[in-house]
């Protein structure tokens, strides 16, 4: 296949640009490189002059503050690795099929992120007694389905939430300035959350004293089930835990005897405690853990099993966190297809 059509099949959509990322960049090390971590737009992305730029913390504070990008610069600073993962990832293969992005397995990536603690801005700011969250408001806007109104991107979290998280008001990626697609000057970066917490091109941060009741709120990004005849609405939070298979690729046709198989592993809730893998449906065996193990981001595992017989196969890995969350054989059907973190099938061929 040819670059440029690897890349077509990656691209969900142009505009708003969102794409996937390949399982050949998953191989490596922790982080991976700037140029193939996924993009999740809703609209067109704002493109923000870093001079005029400024980032307004308001609302239920006691101090008002108002800050340009050399003053959280000067600010200190903290750098983590942090695994982002869309909330929709896995959702072409809902059946029955929901609406939304079409995407397979790449809607994750990691990166190392830099930036300001989002707690010292609060504690700068002082938040007033009846302040209960925090909405995050980023410069994007457009229209979407059912709204005639212009619709902007923003997003709360509660104050516990805010703080348990240890977010991170982020300026740099992988030791560079945020990209444009990234959210250039400035973004939030909600450990162990689903992608859709990591609020883009952030002008503003307001403390407010109820729950927010935003469309990327309450109408998108909630798991919609019924129970009893009655519609049960449930906010998507942290990223279910999920493992990849990286090697071997679908399909790819195996030579008798050993076969190293390799993958990454994640849980927002817990670190992760497991991986087991299952060959055609086979006993699970249990992989070997590389790399540290911390709910902000995935890590690598690797297992080298002995192949059988020739003629087609499977491969299955099935990650447990350290709170024993592990995941189902099919995803858990919702009407908007979130958290679709059903056990990986890799189909291959011995020889
Ligand atoms: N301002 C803004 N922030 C946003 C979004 C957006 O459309 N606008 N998309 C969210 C969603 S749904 C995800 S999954 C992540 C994707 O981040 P990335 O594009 O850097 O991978 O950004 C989140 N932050
Ligand atoms: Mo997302």
Redesign the pocket.
């Known amino acids: 296949m040819s670059a440029t059509r690897v890349l077509e099949e990656l691209i969900r959509s142009q505009d708003p640009l969102n794409a996937e990322t390949s399982v050949q960049s998953l191989i490596g090390g922790v982080a991976m490189p700037t140029a193939a971590?996924?993009?999740?737009?809703?609209?067109q992305m704002p493109v923000l002059d870093p001079t005029t730029w400024r980032l307004r913390v308001g609302g239920l504070v006691q101090r008002p503050i108002v800050l340009g990008l050399r003053d959280l610069l000067a600010m200190p600073s903290r750098t983590e690795v942090v695994t982002?993962e869309?909330a929709g990832n896995g959702r072409s293969f809902l059946n029955p099929k929901v609406d939304g992005e079409q995407w397979r397995l790449g809607?994750v990536?990691t990166a190392e992120w830099t930036g300001v603690p989002l707690v010292d801005l609060l504690e700068r700011a002082g938040i007033g007694s009846t302040g209960a969250e925090l909405v995050f408001r980023?410069a994007?806007s457009g229209t979407v389905k059912g709204r005639s109104e212009t619709t902007s991107?923003e997003r709360s979290l509660k104050l516990d939430q805010a703080r348990e998280s240890e977010a991170i008001l982020a300026y740099a990626m992988n030791g560079e300035p945020l990209p444009l697609?990234?959210?250039f000057p400035l973004r939030l970066i909600v450990p162990g959350w689903?992608?859709?917490a990591?609020?883009?091109?952030l002008t503003e941060i307001e403390v407010v004293d109820r729950p927010f009741g935003g469309y990327f709120q309450t109408e998108r990004y909630v798991y919609e089930s019924e129970r009893d005849g009655r519609l049960i609405k449930e906010p998507v939070t942290l990223q279910r835990v999920r493992a990849l298979i990286t090697e071997p690729q679908p399909d790819q046709p195996m030579e008798p005897g050993n076969l190293v198989i390799r993958g990454l592993a994640w849980s927002g809730a817990a670190p992760i405690a497991r991986v087991d893998v299952s060959l055609g449906g086979g006993p699970w065996q249990e992989a070997r853990l590389l790399t540290e193990g911390t709910p902000h981001h995935w890590r690598r595992w690797e297992l080298i099993i002995q192949l059988g017989q020739p003629g087609p196969t499977t491969i299955r890995a099935r990650a447990t966190d350290v709170a024993g969350r592990t995941q189902p054989e099919k995803p858990e059907w919702n009407r908007l297809g979130y958290g679709s973190n059903a056990i990986q099938v890799v189909p291959i061929r011995l020889l």
């Open positions: 971590f996924y993009v999740r737009n809703h609209f982002l869309c809607a990536s980023g994007d991107f697609r990234h959210g689903y992608g859709v990591s609020v883009k091109w």
